[in-house]
């Protein structure tokens, strides 16, 4: 494994313990936001897919 790998690991379990991703783009020094996003995008992504299917179910469920 390289430090990189460990970087990448390391962003993707900070993601799915639900950090923002501002603090993310801080801790990895990124100076903007963008390179964080288009980075991490697809990662992002499916936290942000799992969060609306966890927000629909008790919305189901009201109706």
Known sequence: MTPH?????????????GVGVKEIQQRLGHTNINTTMNIYAHIISNKEEKVS???????????
């Open 5 to 17: 790998s460990f970087r990448h690991i390391h962003t993707s379990l900070l993601i799915e313990a």
């Open 53 to 63: 299917q966890q927000f629909s179910k008790p919305m189901k469920d009201l109706l």
